[in-house]
């Protein structure tokens, strides 16, 4: 059409390529400046005709119109089902589906003692890196879904950021959740996670189904986390501790406003212990 090689662009139902209203328009400008004609199995249509190109304009507001509405009903019946209990979404690792559709406790006894263990472990020591060192000095794994492989459950050494998670993540409680994270496109592309407060969370039902703590020990949890000052989420100062780091404490990114956490590292080839701001 922009070379002027083509006549008249044909299709069933134009409106179908107005679903993007800047292109559609973009394209009626095109072969307005070619002097293209549009078909469509409501007559032709010259864009360079005003009353042509109105009405080729307001069909593809309609259009787009008509797919804001259908994505708008889609999501408020998903929306509904979420407020309800009932949107099925993927379950941490612990918890599955039974034949019912009902949310229960792993049948393997390795997964739930596991977990049970780690929960009540991070009561007795109350702190999440200390609980993954009291699991590394004992040489206990900790259960892992593959969500690419079937839902098949490995066991992996259990790290500082899947204690986090798994401790932040109300399901182990019998807790519904929907609506923990939310999301937005920047101007690149890149897409940009956001996590509310439980108080904006679109769904968050206790006691819907079995768990491996309370909600009360579940809110505890979070308390102690929050008062170690450990959580990835929170940004505060810790008091200096034991090492040679002049900025442990201090030292804050300037992108994110978080606080530098410090750690050592043993250069042989130099015989002096560093220190790296992570």
Known sequence: VGLGRAGIVMGLEVSRLARNNADWHRLLEICALADTLI?????????????????????????????????????GGLLNKARRGEYRCPLPTGLVYDEAGNVALDPDAQVRETLAYFFETFSRVGSAHQAVKVFRDEGLRFPSRLHNDGGKVVFRPLTASTAMRTLNNPRFAGVYAYGRRRYRRTAEGQKIERRPQSSDWIA??????PGYITCEQHQENLRILESNGRGYAVARGSPPREGAALLQGRAVCGRCGQHFRVQYKYKARRGQLESWYV
């Open 39 to 75: 078909l469509d199995e409501d007559g032709v249509y010259d864009p360079t005709n005003f009353n042509d190109r109105l009405l080729l304009g307001l069909k593809g507001a309609m259009s787009e119109a008509e797919l804001h509405v259908l994505k708008a009903r889609l999501r």
């Open 204 to 209: 968050c039902l206790p006691n819907a189904h």
